[in-house]
């Protein structure tokens, strides 16, 4: 049984590039979370999509956006990166409306320069 | 300001003692508390939880227990084994409804010496 699959591995960009990141969750999951952990820091929650709609949203800017596709995977998209946006970019699934059954992905680390 | 604090960063032990995790918490609405375990370049491992109806729970070498009064929670590992070696995160939820991030804290290093 796949776990929570993410795309791509590492990725290089410029500042002022726009960047999308993919999730495809577990099997059995309709919740995608996504996290953003900068380098020595904790994951940090992005925000939650159920059922094709952005459910909850941490302390992100517009800048950054998601979607999440009737098969349940999820895109996280950034605009405009900041040299600040480098981190390692987390996506978890769960089962609907629980935290009990978070699965992470072994995330897409984002390089700005 | 942070909800969830593992207040020491690094903790060393030898292969076979018990290592001692701690973690505070600040928020009472937090009714659910887990731990996870990461390597470098990779994501958090779910390891153990507890809900806030409990105090106890244990899993193998992994024990989690729950302090309400006193907002604090610990995870001991008996007997600590070299593959322990990794970062640990406490997070913490608050399961309402369907809206049910976590709250990490800033995770402690743990070194187990063979």
């Known amino acids: 049984d796949a776990g929570v699959t993410q795309s791509p591995t590492h990725l290089i960009k410029t500042r002022g590039q726009q960047v999308t990141l993919r999730c495809s969750p577990k099997?059995?999951?309709?919740?995608v979370s996504w996290y953003q952990q900068a380098l020595g820091q904790e994951p940090q929650f992005i925000f939650q999509y159920y059922e094709e709609e952005e459910r909850q949203r941490g302390n992100f800017p517009d800048r950054f956006s998601g979607h999440q596709f009737p098969n349940y995977s999820s895109e996280l998209n950034v605009n405009a990166l900041l040299l600040g946006d480098s981190a390692l970019y987390l996506c978890a699934s769960s089962p609907t409306g629980s935290a009990y059954g978070y699965t992470f992905g072994s995330g897409t680390r984002l390089t700005v320069v | 300001d942070q909800q969830v604090k593992q207040n020491s960063p690094s903790l060393s032990v030898q292969e076979g003692r018990i290592s001692i995790l701690n973690c505070d918490y600040t928020n009472s609405m937090f009714d659910y508390f887990l731990w996870y375990k990461k390597y470098p370049a990779e994501g958090p491992t779910f390891l153990i939880s507890?809900?806030?109806?409990?105090d106890k729970n244990e899993d193998g070498r992994f024990t989690v227990f729950l302090n309400k009064s006193a907002k604090h929670l610990s995870l001991h590992i008996v007997p600590s084994q070299p593959g322990d070696s990794a970062v640990y995160f406490c997070a913490a939820s608050s399961n309402t409804g369907a809206n049910s991030k976590l709250t990490f804290g800033k995770g402690i290093t743990l070194s187990v010496r063979p």
């Open positions: 099997s059995g999951h309709d919740t």
């Open positions: 507890i809900s806030s109806i409990k």
